[in-house]
């Protein structure tokens, strides 16, 4: 018999664990694998710990093999079964529940993996990285899948524009000068950009005043991409990012979100589309908030703006080799909402 008092310093602890593969023999056997050794690593476990059971489920679009087959050579007594076919839940996701006799304060750490991730943003945290250029749609883009992922959404362009309205009302920002880092420096020293999410949506304080509006007039637009080439500024904007970054799961657009602040980030998507298409898109923007503008000059704004974000020594804009390419061209918001999801959800582990 085993004595009370080393009963009560043991427990049943349950880790989760969820990953998405494709349908293939190969596929299912090394991502349930793979899950699995993650879960033993994160846990501090090893494969002689005293694991009771392991519970598998997978979505029924998995037919190639059990999940469990990846897993006989830890020789484990698992359970399969199958996940309920829900509408619109995540499609070629495979479930584990690893069940392990351990001391009574271990803490369980739940892993989810790849496009499996997006289950449980509060538990497994992620990044969506999204970059490009102005008018390709990726702040639009951004916000409706940080929406339906249930996560924030950070508009870093937000922060590049609200620094500029603070170096326009002190005259650190001179049409035409480089800026002149000492003051620079005392003014951003003397500054507080905080963005605050609102049901999911941001919003941009500047100095404890919200500049939500003000920050989209085109003169902030052109001057913003004039101060982003300074390398102190982007240093003082990136530590706001990073730490939005470092603090929960989030979608966040900008120039080099995917290339400098989250160069890890778990997806990561490079939003364009063609000159004439983001000229017509940002005019059209413009004349609904009842601007006065014609297309010319905002095809020239564009063009210097395009100009002075992909040729800058620091940061510039470019696709980094691992994201996906998204040409919204042809495409309507539902039509790229529904590509990048895909790429998302599909994302093995
Ligand atoms: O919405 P749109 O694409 O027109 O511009 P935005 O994303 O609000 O960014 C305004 C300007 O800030 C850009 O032209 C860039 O020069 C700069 N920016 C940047 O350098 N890096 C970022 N991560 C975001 C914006």
Known sequence: MIPLGTMSAMQLLSIRGATVCQNTVSSIESCTQRLYEQILLTNNLGVDSNISAVFVSMTRDLDACFAARGLRKYDVPMFSSVEPNIKGALKRCIRL???????????????????????????????VAMDGPAGSGKSTLAKIIA??????????????????????????YKEGLTLDLDRLSQVLANTTIKMDYDALISRVYLDGIDISQD??????????????????????????????????????????????????????????????????????????????IDLDSVMVDMKERDYNDSTREVAPLYQASDAILVDTTDRTVVQSVSYIMRHIFGKNG
């Open 147 to 172: 929406q339906r992922l249930g996560v924030v959404h950070l508009d870093t362009g937000a922060l590049y524009r609200a620094a500029a309205i603070k170096l326009i009302k002190t005259g650190v």
């Open 215 to 292: 920050i989209r007039e085109p003169n902030i637009s052109r001057i913003a991409s004039i101060v982003a080439s300074n390398p102190f500024l982007r240093q003082y904007l990136n530590k706001i990012q990073s730490q939005v970054a470092s603090q929960q799961s989030c979608v966040i657009d900008g120039r080099d979100i995917g290339t400098v602040i989250a160069p890890n980030a778990d997806f990561k998507f490079f939003v364009k589309a063609s000159e004439q298409e983001r000229a017509k898109r940002r005019y059209n923007d413009l004349v609904r908030k009842g601007q006065s």
């Open 97 to 127: 529940l690893v069940q392990v006799n351990c001391e009574y304060t271990k803490v369980a750490q739940h892993i989810y993996l790849g496009g499996a991730k997006t289950l449980r943003p509060d538990k497994a945290k992620f990044v």
